[in-house]
């Protein structure tokens, strides 16, 4: 089984190996029982996450090596043994690490074969994200062909000097009952551009995605990005003018009442939505997360790996250079960063609700 963190569990002992259920048939038509391939099973993975299949298997295997270790046995290693026989330039391990995108989880489970895992009574489940990890494609404008309903919604979080700025595109397909589905079809880092500048590819990726509104944390640096957002901009690319952005509404009246003044003319009205959030609203936030989640009503983008499996066997991915390639995998590898913000920043935030 090559790189098993993608196995499904239950495809695997269902339907796999009870295929090898049966003993090897020799030239002479017998069978040999004690043939030492006979049912054997070969494990191969990069590491991965905890409270998944992949290390279920490995615990089982590690328990039963020590009980027959005539019958099981488990290799692994880090990046120091191809170093040490010079299949891997020690040099480029250290340039990953001095990398601004770099992740210590994401370099544990590739480089030094350590199982990631959820945070200590993490709120949100790992189980629960990577089960509804099923989107197979980004989205990177508008597309009406799933629905003619479906609608998109940005939601901003701000940085600047040091954090990057990011834009989640949800699209959102309301149902026949209960609550939409939402699916998070990319994600943009913006990295610690002016506000000014991020103000400009905001608005464009608004007009791209034909987007009901942008939700913009309104908190501390927020409000500097907003200042620029409710101005007009032109944009240096094409020259045309990027109109003043008026606000929806948002989450109290300190937070919208300095812009209600900005409507009509050239306002692109009921574009904003600000979030002031507090203690009451990031808890009713986090829990409705956590009620979506577990109800399937939000979808996530595939784990760059197997993104990166099913491009490679096409010829199109075959033909891509590192560069294109790694931009296609972006927004993969951005929605797995989203995943180990969650499992560790909230760690211990059910005991704080």
Known sequence: MEECVLIDGDILNEIIIPTTNVDRLLPDGTR??????????????????????????????LVQSMIEPDKVMIMGGTYETPVAEGLLDEDFVEQLKL?????????????????SGD??????????FDRYRVLSQPEYE????????????IGVDVGRIGCTTEACIFKVTPQPQGAALKSL??????????????????KKLYYKYKAKIISIDANGLG????????????????GDTLP?????????EDAIAPYRKIKGGDVEDNALYLIKANAPINTEAYSYT??????????????????KAKLMSSKVGQNMDADKRNEYLKPFVLTTILREQMLTKFGSLSSNI
């Open 32 to 61: 040999h029982k004690e043939e030492i391939i006979n049912k054997s099973q070969i494990y191969i993975t990069t590491a991965g996450w905890k409270n998944s299949f992949a290390y279920d298997k490995l615990m089982e295997l």
């Open 99 to 115: 990398q601004g995108t770099f992740k210590e989880d994401s370099f544990d489970r590739e480089y030094r074969s350590k199982w």
């Open 119 to 128: 945070a200590e009574n993490a709120f949100y489940s790992s189980e629960k």
């Open 142 to 153: 508008y597309s009406g062909r799933s629905s003619k309903s479906a609608y998109y919604v």
């Open 185 to 202: 079809v990319n994600i943009y880092t913006y990295e610690a551009e002016h506000f000014e500048t991020q103000a400009i590819n905001l």
């Open 223 to 238: 409000i500097g990005l907003i200042d620029f957002m409710t101005r007009a901009q032109i944009d240096p690319e094409t």
């Open 244 to 252: 003043p952005f008026g606000v929806e509404g948002g989450t109290s």
């Open 290 to 307: 956590q009620t979506q989640m577990s109800s399937g009503k939000i979808k996530f983008l595939k784990d760059e790996s197997e993104a």
